[in-house]
């Protein structure tokens, strides 16, 4: 079986940061999906509330650069929660832990010489919980030769769903 979420959105809420008896972090959140598109030629937008969780060091750092409104792709997993309410009455939801997060766009609460604005603003690479704490240090990127071809960048956000191809 194959179970895996990828999500582009803006979070709904600052994160709730809590730590289990083992000691390690549990950050809950809510994130918001849209989807853009066109419907018998009107333009349309649905949007999913989605609970997330995240854990360990990736709690932490989401709890440090991220709050209510911050831009973040995540990956994990969809998971069912059940439980029974107050009145006895049986309850579930869906909701997603994530495994890998990328923060997108800047974050105020941040700051300039934070490592984990510039790791993302600089090289756009996703945040790991199992490698070390400290970022990597930067590498040179190689210069282009003659024969390598400039790769298109692609605006996400930007791109109106109306049944057309993908442009990647």
């Given at each position: 079986?194959?179970?895996?979420?990828?999500?582009?959105?803006?979070?709904t809420?600052?994160?709730e940061l809590?730590?289990?008896q083992s000691g390690?972090?549990?950050?809950a959140?809510?994130?918001?999906?849209?989807r853009?598109?066109n419907a018998?030629?009107?333009?349309r937008?649905?949007?999913c509330?989605?609970?997330?969780?995240?854990?360990?060091?990736?709690?932490?750092?989401?709890?440090?650069?991220l709050?209510k409104?911050s831009?973040?792709?995540?990956?994990?997993r969809?998971?069912l929660?059940?439980?029974v309410?107050?009145?006895?009455q049986?309850?579930?939801?869906?909701s997603?832990?994530?495994?890998?997060?990328?923060m997108l766009?800047s974050n105020?609460?941040?700051?300039?010489n934070?490592?984990?604005?510039?790791?993302?603003?600089?090289?756009?690479?996703?945040?790991?919980?199992?490698?070390?704490?400290?970022?990597?240090?930067?590498?040179q990127?190689?210069?282009?030769?003659?024969?390598?071809?400039k790769?298109?960048?692609?605006?996400?956000?930007?791109?109106?769903?109306?049944?057309?191809?993908?442009?990647f």
């Open positions: 079986m194959f179970n895996k979420v990828v999500l582009v959105g803006n979070l809420r600052d994160i809590r730590y289990a390690s972090a549990i950050g959140c809510g994130i918001a999906v849209t853009r598109f018998n030629g009107e333009r937008e649905e949007t509330f989605i609970d997330i969780t995240f854990y360990g060091r990736t709690a932490e750092v989401a709890n440090q650069y709050s409104g831009k973040v792709l995540i990956e994990g969809l998971r929660e059940q439980w309410d107050q009145n006895g049986n309850r579930s939801k869906h997603v832990q994530v495994e890998n997060m990328e766009g105020t609460n941040a700051g300039a934070s490592p984990y604005s510039q790791t993302y603003n600089d090289n756009h690479q996703s945040f790991d919980p199992y490698e070390s704490q400290s970022p990597k240090p930067r590498t990127t190689p210069q282009k030769t003659q024969n390598q071809e790769i298109k960048e692609i605006d996400v956000d930007a791109y109106d769903s109306d049944d057309s191809d993908l442009p």
